[in-house]
């Protein structure tokens, strides 16, 4: 382990339709640096999650994934736009990257 770095025993559980890691009715028993035996309550899917420290999200992360996210979503509006507007290219092939570049986009 290196510091701050914790392992959570978790399980599989599905609500509404969807499911997510919890750590309810699971527990770290025992085991060191290299393993970790876990205790769970009951039957299910489990794992061994790594629990890393929070750290406030920086300004220049933030900074940096909206810029990028903003330039990928231009990108693919103009892909799509020149797709539907050079339809001397059309062809199967630019119509599969068309309905990719769509799906991207939403």
Same mark, same amino acid.
């Given at each position: &382990?290196?510091?701050?770095?914790?392992?959570? @025993?978790?399980?599989? %559980?599905?609500?509404?339709?969807?499911?997510?890691?919890?750590?309810?009715?699971?527990?770290?028993?025992?085991?060191?640096?290299?393993?970790?035996? @876990?205790? #769970?309550?009951?039957?299910?899917?489990?794992?061994?999650?790594?629990?890393?420290? +929070? =750290?406030? =999200? *920086?300004?220049? &992360?933030?900074?940096?994934?909206?810029?990028? %996210?903003?330039?990928? &979503?231009?990108?693919?509006?103009?892909?799509?736009?020149?797709?539907?507007? #050079?339809? *001397?290219?059309?062809?199967?092939?630019?119509?599969? +990257? %068309?309905?990719?570049?769509?799906? &991207?986009?939403?």
């Amino acid at each position: &382990l290196r510091a701050g770095e914790e392992p959570l @025993c978790v399980s599989w %559980m599905t609500t509404d339709a969807k499911g997510l890691w919890t750590t309810f009715g699971c527990q770290r028993v025992g085991g060191d640096a290299f393993y970790s035996i @876990c205790a #769970c309550t009951h039957f299910s899917t489990f794992a061994i999650l790594m629990g890393l420290p +929070h =750290d406030t =999200d *920086s300004f220049a &992360l933030t900074v940096v994934t909206y810029v990028g %996210m903003s330039v990928s &979503l231009v990108c693919l509006f103009l892909a799509i736009l020149t797709f539907l507007l #050079c339809r *001397s290219l059309w062809s199967v092939s630019v119509s599969l +990257h %068309m309905q990719l570049s769509i799906c &991207l986009f939403t």
